[in-house]
T-cell receptor
């Protein structure tokens, strides 16, 4: 069945370091791909998305490119800040009975040290 | 309402009691999801609704858990004979899951924190 696999955390970085969180997926058809973020004490919210192959989603300095050939959607940021400390979830939506279903990865916790 | 609303926000219950958690999705969203998040853990999928039907119930951990959705809107997650291991934050999300759209972003409620003592 359809699934999302993302790197296990926690990931600990120093401020201004480069961030990559890997995400790969398995899906039939052409899913849309998402990254959601959960800041401490807050609810999950959409960070960025891409709806077709080679699309790049970007927001708040984060980027991810929809790579169909490698079935990946890795999250990157060139220079992380302490305020980026959060849990990041990769997700896809795939056609399902009567509509679309969202499938989430297990989440990757990021700690950024000052 | 403007967003996904969950109630109660906090619930403390005694072991063995039944609890009901409510989710009011965004109007017009046909897809509704329940997840569980234990302290420091990721999202554990419980159940997915498309309209009033549940094509995927595979995540319900035991037969003590059930959920229903009526009128294609409000959903209730019921946990019978609660156990301490049921303590977690229960999250609801909804999306416009209908065909013919690429806008399938999921919107989350703030969750219900359940504590079984």
């Amino acid at each position: 069945g359809d699934s999302v696999t993302q790197m296990e955390g926690p990931v600990t970085l120093s401020e201004e370091a480069f961030l990559t969180i890997n995400c790969t997926y398995t899906a039939t058809g052409y899913p849309s791909l998402f990254w959601y973020v959960q800041y401490p004490g807050e609810g999950l919210q959409l960070l960025l998305k891409a709806t077709k192959a080679d699309d790049k989603g970007s927001n708040k300095g984060f980027e991810a490119t929809y790579r169909k050939e490698t079935t990946s959607f890795h999250l990157e940021k060139g220079s992380v800040q302490v305020s980026d400390s959060a849990v990041y979830f990769c997700a896809l939506t795939t056609p399902n009975t009567g509509g679309f279903k969202t499938i989430f990865g297990a989440g990757t916790r990021l700690f950024v040290k000052a | 309402g403007a967003g996904v609303s969950q109630s109660p926000s906090n619930k403390v219950t005694e072991k063995g009691k039944d609890v009901e958690l409510r989710c009011d999705p965004i109007s017009g969203h046909t897809a509704l999801y329940w997840y569980r998040q234990s302290l420091g853990q990721g999202l554990e999928f419980l159940i997915y609704f498309q309209g009033n039907s549940a094509p995927d119930k595979s995540g319900l951990p035991s037969d003590r858990f059930s959920a229903e959705r009526t009128g294609g809107s409000v959903s209730t997650l019921t946990i019978q004979r609660t156990q301490q291991e049921d303590s977690a934050v229960y999250l609801c999300a909804s999306s416009f899951g209908g065909r013919g759209t690429v806008n399938t972003e999921a919107f989350f409620g703030q969750g219900t924190r359940l504590t079984v003592v």
